[in-house]
């Protein structure tokens, strides 16, 4: 058994489908791309660390169990990543395995952890503190100061002490000169690492049965951190992004180490990247760093996921800057009232301007993917049928955009979450607790009491599920791997593809 010092385990999705075929199904693979950033960091000061992602390592082996790792090394730390709330139920169930096995500090981290700090420590002993908001510093601190159990010390903590909980202060704040320092392309610090670019780049569930073909190798690019907008159903808006981690602006990563990035993704073997990060309308920051790609000549596919409308430019700069094999623009109207939309998204664009948009990406020849929802606050079934036909005009013009829409989530930290009474909605999933419950009954094909987390004043749970499996048998057309599927008997249901709060 091998010391190390820091151990990362990433929990991935289970469900457990008892319908008319049991599929134990292995989903939400994607692991937020800050934990080899993380753990390179950890190397160069001199901190031994390796990755573990429990659901690739299930999926290439059937037998795998999380205890398994304790056998091959015995950690001083380890650390979870609890980013989206998806994973909440498998995040604690590894801490348990944890405990048990091992003498480690366990320490949890990302955007839900944060939200529900407090809660967490409450109810689970197995988890001995949480890293709130933005994570080096404190991280780096934590392993200096754990021995000597100054945990005052750490910046962004929220730890338990002689039964208590402690508070540090939110005193770390990542600016673009922390951003630079990071290196996310030291793949060889995750176990399997080459599975899992090919495992992310599959559609739906994720389980790699022999029908599904790893066409490609796929990696997620950050670009920066932080949102100047609060769209009512997200749970990583300027708001939020201030109370999770105390940041009252976008920060860029620089142009150059993006680029740098990019080429060793390229040196590895990589062939398409998803970049989700677009703060500002202007895209001035896209335009230099689009040149600079140009000028060192990367080869490289990606799929950007734009916030707002652009221009003609962008989508002609966009063209000529990345490989077309596996290159899209993504924009998500989410709703086809314009009414509805507006009261929703924090950018906002009309139906003609839309359709302005997309007839400059049929003249520039480049392909789309355009995504709706159902579940917005304020929509009735009159409104989303005006969805259902706005897609249908769509299709009509641009027959090869790919088109989908699934159900939003409850997601905490949200605006309507925060403030249900202001949006019309009624909650389901209130604590971390109750998302511990349902995903957990998931993971045991158990019955669960809501799907969504939430009814609207406008719409039930039921209504706004049915309304998603609506719009995909009449004009879905397909690409799965932009939202969490579940098996609920013979339907596959649609759940809007969690935000990756940059």
Not at 257 to 273: M, P
Not at 347 to 370: H, I, Q, T
Request: hydrophobic share 35%; glycine share 8%.
């Amino acid at each position: 058994m091998k010391d190390i010092d820091m151990l990362f385990v990433h929990p991935s999705t289970h469900c457990l489908s008892l319908g008319s075929r049991v599929t134990d199904l292995v989903t939400f693979v994607t692991m937020p791309i800050g934990t080899i950033a993380l753990a390179d960091l950890l190397e160069r000061n001199g901190y031994s660390t390796k990755i573990f992602h429990t659901g690739i390592e299930q999926m290439y082996n059937r037998d795998f169990q999380v205890e398994d790792l304790f056998k091959k090394c015995d950690p001083r730390v380890v650390g979870i990543d609890l980013h989206w709330f998806v994973h909440s139920y498998d995040a604690i169930r590894i801490a348990r395995i944890a405990k048990e096995q091992s003498n480690a500090h366990v320490v949890l981290g990302g955007f839900t952890a944060s939200y529900f700090a407090e809660e967490i420590l409450s109810s689970f002993d197995e988890v001995d503190s949480v890293i709130r908001g933005d994570a080096e510093v404190p991280l780096l601190e934590l392993m200096k100061n754990l021995k000597n159990e100054r945990l005052s010390n750490v910046p962004n903590l929220t730890y338990r002490r002689d039964g208590s909980l402690e508070v540090s202060e939110m005193s770390y704040i990542a600016g673009e000169d922390d951003l630079r320092q990071l290196n996310y392309t030291n793949f060889k610090l995750l176990s399997n690492y080459d599975k899992y670019h090919r495992a992310i780049s599959q559609s739906g569930d994720l389980d790699p049965y022999a029908w599904k073909v790893n066409v490609k190798r796929q990696a997620w690019v950050p670009l920066g951190r932080g949102c100047t907008v609060n769209c009512s159903y997200c749970g990583g808006g300027s708001m939020a992004h201030y109370g999770l981690t105390g940041r009252g602006r976008p920060v860029f990563h620089p142009t150059e180490q993006v680029v740098q990035t990019l080429s060793k993704f390229e040196e590895e073997g990589i062939d398409a990247t998803y970049m989700d990060f677009d703060p500002f309308p202007d895209r001035g920051y896209f335009r230099k760093l689009f040149e600079e790609i140009r000028k060192e000549k990367v080869d490289i596919s990606t799929e950007f996921a734009l916030w707002s409308l652009s221009d003609r430019g962008f989508i002609r700069d966009f063209a000529d800057t990345f490989n077309p094999l596996y290159s899209t623009l993504v924009m998500s109207p989410e709703s086809g009232s314009e009414e509805v939309r507006r009261k929703n998204k924090g950018f906002y664009f009309g139906n003609e301007e839309l359709f302005r948009w997309l007839r400059d990406a049929r003249r520039e020849m480049v392909s789309l993917e355009v995504y709706f929802a159902s579940g917005l606050c304020w929509e009735t079934e009159e409104n989303f049928d005006e969805t259902i036909n706005l897609a249908k005009s769509i299709l009509d013009d641009y027959p090869v955009v790919t088109i989908s829409c699934g159900a939003l989530v409850m997601e905490p930290g949200s605006p309507r979450f925060k403030e249900p009474e202001k949006f019309g909605i009624k909650l389901k999933f209130g604590t971390f607790a109750d998302y511990y419950k349902h995903f957990m009954g998931l993971a045991m094909g158990l019955p669960t009491e809501t799907q969504l987390g939430y009814d609207t004043i406008w719409q039930s749970e039921r209504q706004i599920v049915e309304n998603s499996i609506r719009f995909e048998k009449m004009i879905g057309t397909g690409q799965p791997s932009r939202w969490l599927s579940l098996l609920d008997g013979e339907d596959v249901l649609m759940f809007k593809k969690l935000p990756f709060h940059s």
